[in-house]
């Protein structure tokens, strides 16, 4: 077994002798500390020759208890008085590394300029891929279509599953809920027009968009933060090999071209559950609602449907490969970095929904 | 002072689906020695380094530190045996997202037993040993040089005052100069605070001016463990292959 650590006194003189580490200290900290603090007041005599270990946990610890000075006598192996002598050397008094609190004013301007340095970094990621673009034209050879099709593959057909389920929820919650209400007014077959409209026009796109926000643009965000971490992004360029072209390109194209097809997927999925929840609730017949649907939605909200995931899906990959970028070499970085790319996409996401439904609010709109 | 051994791992085997690295392996490691473990690439030197930490388990033997298993179940037990060790990873492993003073803190403050005015001293103390000022104590570890984070990380490995301390290629990736001062610096800490020290390397001359012992792993096991010089003379063929034309080093 260990030998602990042991204090005697004598009249005038404080003996220590034992293991005086902190491993063997650790069970009777306090009470140590307790004693060394009285003794040390009492003696100015201090006897270690019968201390087998001391390290330097131990030796602050006693040059805290004779209050930053060395005791009038001491007797100590001269191991161990190098070991004190390395403590006694540091300055008395070392000042906690202070940061000024932050005011209100930096807070804010800081947060401002954050917003204007991503923006800024969007609008020039933007700029990079239009660029790329016009380049790919022109070399049709070079345009990564296995890194495309990857990402078609990563963000689109691995999402199906997961799309599938949340959509035929809410088409499920949202037939019932409207049915509950369509029964009482005895307006059972608007259930078409509500579903149909809602589903395809707005629920669907912006269903797939948080769902991919999550799913993918946390994905891109964290893989291209850890190519940066790990110089692989580096080690691209090195080798003459363009990373916009290469890592930020084939994503924002595999996102845009994934994600009108995901909401075609989803909204019909969700039908599906509204007609299946229709015909529990209301007794209409699927026939029925089926053929009704094209009367009810104008083909436009397909359209607008289709045309808001193209948009949503470039939004988020752009959000996301433009956090991606940003990530700096450590952990808490990459964190921050991905909580911001989803929070900036779903929110941008719906910035833009909003400006869809202005810009087309006379478009697709049955007149009753 | 304790009379088992701070190593001793009996009959280790350790297989990666298919592949066997080790195959009953058997070593015992006594306080106060430097032992080098050498070995070729992909011999599981690195591997056996981190089922002595307890983060492999082997497929089947017993690895014991300080005379308990490393299955003890009682997580008391295996919290203070971590506690008496220390380990300096290859790439250092410091937490990216902490300053170097609040890396070296980290362990200290973790006891929670310790006043800030004490760790304060403390990480003071472990970082003059390494060689880092004050100025370095604020950098984050991606601000600093490689040498810098090999230091930084040894300071942190120190902060408990281990009686063991394991070293994975400590001086892999420093200049001839820089490693040299290392080596230095582990020996005189290692003289200081009596630690008993294992680590694997790659570079003949750390291993010439730091190691007393030679642990050599080779066809799955430990072909050879002695003293250095009595390594440096065996006719094993991985060792004359290995030591080559720097065998004289080693005497």
Partial sequence: ?368 | MTADPVIELRGVSTRFGRLVVHRDLSLQIEAGQIVALVGGSGSGKTTLLRQMLGLIRPSAGSVELFGVDLNEPDPRVQRDLRRRLGMLFQHGALFSALSVFDNVAFPLRELRYLDEDWIRRLVHLKLAMVGLTMTHAQLMPAELSGGMIKRAALARALALEPELLLLDEPTAGLDPDRSQSFVELVGALQRELGLTVVMVTHDVNTLAALATHVAVLAEQKIVAFGPKAEIAASDHPFVAGFFGADRQKLL
Wanted: aromatic fraction near 6%; glycine fraction near 8%; proline fraction near 6%.
């Fill in chain 1, 1 to 368: 077994m260990k030998a602990l650590p042991r204090l005697s006194i004598e009249p005038g003189r404080v003996i220590l002798a034992g293991t005086w580490t902190l491993a063997a200290m650790l069970p009777q900290l306090a009470e140590l500390q307790a004693q060394l603090a009285e003794r040390s007041r009492q003696a100015d005599a201090w006897d270690l020759s019968a201390v087998s270990r001391l390290d330097s946990a131990a030796a602050v610890l006693l040059w805290r208890a004779w209050g930053g000075a060395w005791p009038e006598q001491l007797q100590v192996s001269e191991v161990h008085k190098a070991v004190l002598g390395r403590v006694a050397a540091l300055p008395g008094d070392i000042p906690a590394p202070a940061a000024p609190p932050p005011r209100l004013p930096e807070i804010v301007g800081n947060l401002v300029l954050k917003a204007m340095a991503n923006l800024r970094g969007m609008v020039a990621l933007f700029g990079q891929l239009l660029l790329d673009l016009g380049y790919l034209l022109r070399h049709p050879a070079e345009v990564p279509w296995k890194e495309c099709a990857a990402n078609v593959y990563k963000a689109g057909a691995q999402a199906l599953p997961v799309t599938a389920l949340v959509g035929f929820l809410i088409g499920v919650t949202l037939s019932y809920l409207s049915a509950l209400q369509l029964k009482t007014l005895g307006a059972d077959l608007f259930i078409v027009n509500i579903l149909g409209i809602s589903i395809i026009r707005e629920l669907g796109p912006v269903l797939v968009a948080v769902l991919v926000a999550g799913r993918s643009g946390s994905a891109m965000t964290a893989q291209i933060g850890v190519m940066r971490v790990t110089e692989e992004i580096d080690a691209l360029s090195t080798m003459g090999v363009s990373r916009s072209i290469r890592v930020i390109f084939p994503k924002i194209f595999g996102l845009t071209a994934a994600m009108p097809l995901l909401v075609l997927w989803t909204s019909a999925v969700a039908l599906f559950g509204g007609m299946l929840a229709a015909l529990l609730q209301l007794d209409l017949s699927l026939v029925y609602f089926v053929e009704n649907l094209p009367r009810a939605v104008p083909v436009a909200n397909l359209h607008i449907g289709l045309g808001k995931g193209l948009v949503f899906g470039f939004l988020i990959a752009l959000v996301a490969c433009h956090f991606g970028l940003r990530v700096k070499p450590n952990t808490e970085s990459l964190s921050a970095c991905t909580t911001s790319a989803v929070v900036t996409a779903i929110t941008t996401v719906i910035l833009a929904d909003a400006i869809f439904a202005i810009l087309t609010r006379h478009i697709g709109v049955p007149q009753l």
